[in-house]
C-alpha cells in the first residue's frame, strides 16, 4: 500500500504502522505536522473493512488535527491513531498496553487521546505504558471526557453562523435537524432545546434516538431522511462525507454547523454550498472544543479560561464567514488559509 502517492497524503511527517500478535492489535499512526508543537488527537478503533481504508482514514484525520489546533491558537500539531477492530470485541487490556509501549516509542511526537471507539478508561490503560496520553484527567466535571466541551464548542459556533446567516441572535423556534445523538450530538441537543430551539433528530442506534425523544421531546426521523427534513440547521454529529451531491439535492436547512470530522466528501463542495447560499461553519473550527478541553487538561489552566476559550470559537467563525463574503471564497478555504499561515 503506497503512502507517498496516496491522494490524502498531505507531506505527511511519519506514518507508522504497529502491530502485535499476541494481543491482535493492528494500528496505524499519522504524524502529520509539529511545527506548533507535539502532535494531539484521538485513537480511533474501528472495523475498517481493509488496511487501505485504515489509511485513509488516518491520513484525513491527522491532518485536520494540524488544522484544527492551528485554528484554536493550541501549541499543537496534528496527528491520529487509527486501531483496525471492533471495539465490542476486539478491544483488551493488552491490545492498549501494547499500543502505549509502541506511542512511547514515538517519544512525545504523537500524544493520543480518546476518540470513536476509545474511551477515558481505555486511556487510562494506555497510560499504564506510556506518558503520552490525555484526555484522562480526573479533575473537572466529565472526568478527561472532551465530548461535552465539543458540544458546547459546536453550540457557541452554531449561534454565531445563525446570527451571521440569519440575523437572529436567538435560537427560539428554529428548527435544527441533529444527525447522529452519541456523546456530542446529545449534549447538544441539551443546550439547544434550553435555548429554545425545535428538535429533529437520527440516528442509526435506536436506543440513542429513543433517549433524545423522551427526554428532550426530539422528533425523530429515519436516519437517510433527516437531510430532507424542514429545517433551518443542519448539525451533523455522526459522520463524516456526508454533505456530497446527493444530499446538497435535498438539504434544506440554510445553516450547516456541526461536531462530525471530514464533513465535505470532496474539498469543491464547499463551493457548491455557497452556490446554494448554504453557509457552513467548517467543521475543525466549530468542533475544537474537545481538543481545547484537552489542552487545558495538560496545561492545568482553570475551566474559566478553558470556557472563555472554547466560546472564542464563535469570533473565529464570525471572522471566517465575514472574510468569506469580502473575499468571494468558500469559508472552507478562508479556515484553510488562515491554518496554514500559522503551521506552514
Ligand atoms: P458517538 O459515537 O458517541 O456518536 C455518534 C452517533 O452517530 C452514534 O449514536 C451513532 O449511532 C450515530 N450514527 C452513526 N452513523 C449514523 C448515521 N448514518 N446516521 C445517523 N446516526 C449515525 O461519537 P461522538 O463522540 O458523539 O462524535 C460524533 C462526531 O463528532 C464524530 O464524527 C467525531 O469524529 C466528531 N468529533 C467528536 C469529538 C468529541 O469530543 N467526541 C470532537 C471532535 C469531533
Same mark, same amino acid.
Given at each position: ?8 497524503? *498531505? ?8 502491530? +502485535? ?19 494531539? #488527537? ?21 491532518? @485536520? ?24 470485541? *476486539? ?23 480518546? *476518540?470513536?471507539? %476509545? ?5 487510562? &490503560? ?8 490525555? @484526555? ?8 478527561? *471526557? ?22 437572529? =441572535? ?13 456523546? &456530542? ?16 433528530? !437520527? ?22 431522511? $433527516? ?13 463524516? #462525507? $456526508?454533505?456530497?451531491?446527493? %444530499?446538497?439535492?435535498?438539504? =434544506? ?6 461536531? !462530525? ?7 469543491? $463542495?464547499?463551493? =457548491? ?41 464563535? +469570533? ?11 473575499? =468571494? ?16
Amino acid at each position: 500500500m503506497s503512502v507517498f502517492s496516496h491522494i490524502e497524503f *498531505d507531506n505527511h511527517e511519519q506514518v507508522a504502522y504497529f502491530t +502485535d500478535q499476541q494481543s491482535g492489535l493492528k494500528a496505524i499512526v499519522a504524524i502529520h505536522n509539529t511545527k506548533l508543537g507535539p502532535s494531539l #488527537g484521538g485513537c480511533r478503533m474501528w472495523p475498517y473493512a481493509s488496511d487501505a481504508e485504515a489509511l485513509t482514514d488516518v491520513l484525513r484525520l491527522s491532518r @485536520g488535527m494540524t488544522y484544527k489546533s492551528a485554528i484554536s491558537g493550541l501549541p499543537l500539531g496534528g496527528g491520529k491513531c487509527v486501531i483496525i477492530g471492533d471495539h465490542r470485541q *476486539d478491544k483488551s487490556e493488552a491490545l492498549l498496553k501494547a499500543l502505549g509501549k509502541y506511542l512511547q516509542g514515538l517519544s512525545g511526537a504523537y500524544i493520543t487521546a480518546e *476518540d470513536s471507539g %476509545t474511551s477515558v478508561a481505555d486511556m487510562k &490503560v494506555i497510560g499504564t505504558s506510556t506518558e503520552y496520553v490525555a @484526555g484522562v484527567s480526573d479533575s473537572g466535571e466529565h472526568g478527561g *471526557d472532551p465530548s461535552p466541551s465539543t458540544a458546547y464548542g459546536v453550540f457557541v459556533g452554531l449561534k454565531a453562523a445563525v446570527a451571521h446567516k440569519l440575523q437572529r =441572535q436567538d435560537l427560539t423556534g428554529l428548527t435544527v435537524a441533529v444527525q447522529g445523538v452519541g456523546n &456530542v450530538g446529545l449534549h447538544l441537543c441539551k443546550y439547544l432545546k434550553e435555548a429554545g430551539a425545535k428538535l429533529i433528530v !437520527a440516528d442509526v442506534f435506536a436506543a440513542n434516538v429513543q433517549r433524545a425523544v423522551d427526554e428532550l421531546g426530539a422528533t425523530a426521523v429515519e436516519p437517510d431522511q $433527516i437531510y430532507a427534513v424542514a429545517a433551518d440547521i443542519f448539525a451533523p454529529c455522526a459522520m463524516g #462525507g $456526508i454533505i456530497n451531491s446527493a %444530499t446538497l439535492e435535498v438539504l =434544506q436547512a440554510k445553516v450547516i454547523a456541526g461536531a !462530525a470530522n471530514n464533513q465535505l466528501s470532496r474539498p469543491e $463542495i464547499s463551493a =457548491q454550498l455557497e452556490s446554494k447560499g448554504i453557509l457552513y461553519a467548517p467543521d475543525y473550527v466549530i468542533n475544537a472544543g474537545g481538543i481545547i478541553d484537552i489542552a487545558y487538561q495538560r496545561s492545568g489552566e482553570s475551566a474559566t479560561a478553558l470556557r472563555a476559550h472554547i466560546e472564542s470559537i464563535a +469570533d473565529t467563525l464570525t471572522s471566517i464567514f465575514q472574510r468569506s463574503e469580502l473575499e =468571494q471564497l468558500p469559508t472552507e478555504v478562508v479556515a484553510n488559509r488562515i491554518a496554514e499561515e500559522r503551521f506552514k
